[in-house]
């Protein structure tokens, strides 16, 4: 059973900072693929980036230049490194987790097998 915990989320104004943290632990890290997914409030969960073994990243639209996604494996941690924040970007980020059998990423919610309790991001005007 892996359990994964998100950390970083806060208030920022808009055109700032913020990296977000996700530790993992009870499997072997390396051999998942991560993800990272947001809810904004009346919105369905959607998916921001996602990451695989060995480092190939994907993102949604609205964040490419904005976010990165990296990961640790000697820490069991993935990253979501956000600058130049707006208003929009305002919503419950979460991290997910699925075992890979090849050095794959994935950007649906349903492909992933376990999911961190969420940090909330807001993002003042």
């Known amino acids: 059973q892996v359990r994964l915990g998100e950390s970083g989320g806060g208030l920022v104004q808009a055109g700032g900072s913020l990296r977000l943290s996700c530790a993992a632990s009870?499997?072997?890290?390396?051999?998942?693929?991560m993800g990272w997914f947001r809810q904004a409030p009346g919105k369905e969960r959607e998916f921001v980036a996602a990451?695989?073994?060995?480092?190939?990243?994907h993102y949604v639209d609205p964040v490419k230049g904005r976010f990165t996604i990296s990961r640790d494996n000697a820490k069991n941690t993935v990253y979501l490194q956000m600058d130049s924040l707006k208003p929009e970007d305002t919503a419950v980020y979460s991290c997910?987790?699925?075992?890979?059998?090849?050095?794959?990423?994935?950007?649906?919610?349903?492909?992933?097998?376990?999911w961190g309790q969420g940090t909330q991001v807001t993002v003042s005007s």
């Open positions: 997910a987790a699925r075992r890979s059998s090849g050095d794959y990423y994935y950007t649906i919610r349903e492909q992933y097998d376990y």
């Open positions: 009870g499997g072997t890290f390396r051999t998942y693929a």
């Open positions: 990451i695989s073994w060995s480092g190939r990243t």
